[in-house]
């Protein structure tokens, strides 16, 4: 039993390399909050929340605000039983709630794998059997709305050895840019489109042909959430491409709802966007029924993009593509020991030598990206 001795928060902001762009919105600064927790017999795990104000609203002032609402009743329950049932978070924006429950079950998931010496995936999804590691492809994401640069970002994603792309649509350029990124990456680059809920039903049919044509394997959330599961389900219905859900399935009674009008074929999971355990839920339900499962970050720091390698690595075999390679798009970080992407691909370790998340606190880094002040409660 490993009782908590101290949780901490500290908020911080870091630079993007380059701008992230959706149909939502776009980005230069990622914000988050550090969730530090540390057991009374030592040791220590980290947690990130980071909600997306564009896509999943909620802020980081808010998670600060609901973590020192409870944060003394963590004092209180075994990391253990704390994993199971975190006090119940209420009264808040679904996105810092969701973001708020990530962060917390990372940082009690990341102290408990570390003090068992296992890699976090392993902790998420025990398995018997010889501990190899787990190699796990990733996407790249094409989110120029320039054509020309659109193009510019599949050449370096060819290049670094992606074979899967999920390509942002929902922009007025769509015909030129899918166009061009079909023309660089050639025939056989598994190509993705990711409306972000951009269209209605008349839009969706209209661009179905197009995004066919440029050899689309599998359309995200085209519609938003609103119209519900029947008006997809129409859609898939007329649809010559695969139909995933990212937005319209954050928790496992979305996705029962989704599967029971015959909505989907696949689903995305973005742990920042649903929380940890509910991502795990949403992950066990979709291998129940038979549906695709990909795991994706929400452009994460580095603890929150670690987590979803972690996630991404509990899939079973074949796995798809999953987007885990966006750490790139940071240009710092306050954790070290990211894991790198190499050849579009992810290798976490199978076994004992980097326990827990693998990541390690960057205290200056810390100091250099912070936005305020640490603020903590002590049993
Ligand atoms: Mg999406």
């Known amino acids: 039993m ?11 902001r870091l630079p993007l390399r380059a701008e992230t762009h959706a149909a939502h919105g776009t980005a230069s600064t990622r914000e988050g909050l550090l969730i ?45 039983s704390l994993w199971r049932s975190l006090p119940a978070l209420a009264g808040g924006h679904p996105g810092s709630l969701a973001a708020l429950t990530c962060g917390l079950e990372t940082a ?8 068992e010496g296992v890699p976090l995936h392993r902790l998420l999804r025990p398995r018997t059997g010889i501990a190899a590691d787990v190699v796990v492809e990733a996407n790249a994401v094409i989110d120029n709305p320039d054509p020309m640069r659109a193009a510019e970002e599949t050449r370096d994603a060819i290049q670094s050895g992606f074979t899967t792309l999920k390509v942002k649509a929902g922009f007025d350029l769509d015909r030129q840019r899918f166009a061009a990124v079909r023309a660089v990456a050639g025939p ?10 951009a269209w209605d039903e008349a839009a969706t049919l209209e661009a179905l042909p197009r995004l066919a044509a440029a050899g689309v394997v599998l359309l995200e959330q085209p519609l938003p959430p609103a119209p519900g599961p029947a008006a ?39 742990p920042m966007a649903s929380g940890l355990r509910e991502s795990l839920a949403i992950l066990a339900a979709a291998r129940e029924a038979a549906i695709e499962a990909i795991v994706t970050t929400t452009f994460d720091a580095g603890i929150g993009t670690a987590l979803a390698m972690h996630l991404a690595a509990t899939l079973d075999e074949p ?54 002040p640490w603020q903590e409660v002590r049993r």
């Open 2 to 12: 490993t009782p908590l001795a101290r949780v901490a928060w500290r908020p911080f």
């Open 36 to 80: 530090v927790v540390e057991g009374v017999e030592g040791g220590r795990g980290l947690g990130e929340a980071s909600p997306l104000p564009s896509y999943t609203g909620g802020s980081v002032e808010e998670c600060a605000a609901l973590l020192a609402g409870i944060a003394p009743a963590l004092l209180v329950s075994p990391a253990e």
């Open 108 to 115: 009690v998931a990341d102290l408990l794998a570390r003090g």
């Open 188 to 197: 056989f680059v598994r190509l993705r489109a990711d409306a972000n809920g």
């Open 232 to 270: 997809l389900a129409r859609v898939r219905a007329a649809s010559p491409i695969p139909i995933a859900a990212d937005e319209g399935c954050r928790t496992t009674s979305e996705l029962a709802s989704l599967l029971a009008a015959n909505a989907i074929d696949a689903v995305v999971v973005k």
């Open 319 to 372: 796995r798809p593509a999953c987007g885990i390679a966006t750490h790139g798009r940071l240009a710092a970080d306050i954790v070290t020991g990211v894991l790198p992407v190499e050849g579009g691909r992810v290798t976490l370790p199978g076994i004992a030598h980097i326990p827990g998340l693998g990541v390690t606190l960057d205290e200056a880094a810390l100091e250099a990206h912070a936005t305020g």
